[in-house]
């Protein structure tokens, strides 16, 4: 299992509404807890998150400055970790084959 304990993480969620369209909620965030479930991190506007636990989406980060495209930085976060969400199921079924499509070219 990872130690996660105070880390920071680059968050980026890809979120796929029902008509297919994306946006993005990217933020640096400081592991609070986690166990083999669930990684909760603190937010910068000070909520809680919780995130699913898998040790393959998880990536040590770059060394290095990193700035958002909301102006926040954050120098040598410990983490990186994306995942797309999806509105409903509808939009799972309707929308997962291009996701994969475009992850597959990234």
């Known amino acids: 299992m990872l130690d996660l304990n105070d880390k920071t993480i680059l968050v980026s969620l890809r979120k796929i509404d029902n ?14 807890s986690f166990n083999e479930n669930t990684v ?8 809680e998150m ?32 994306r995942w797309t969400v999806f509105a409903s199921k509808e939009a799972s079924i309707n929308f997962r084959k291009k996701n994969e499509a475009a992850v597959g070219q990234g």
């Open 50 to 81: 919780s995130l699913p636990y898998d040790e393959e989406v998880f990536e040590l980060a770059e060394t290095g400055f990193y700035e958002l495209k909301d102006g926040s930085t954050f120098e040598n976060p410990s983490f990186t970790a």
């Open 19 to 32: 008509e297919g369209e994306e946006t993005f909620d990217t933020f640096f965030g400081t592991v609070v």
């Open 40 to 47: 909760r991190v603190l937010r910068p506007s000070g909520d």
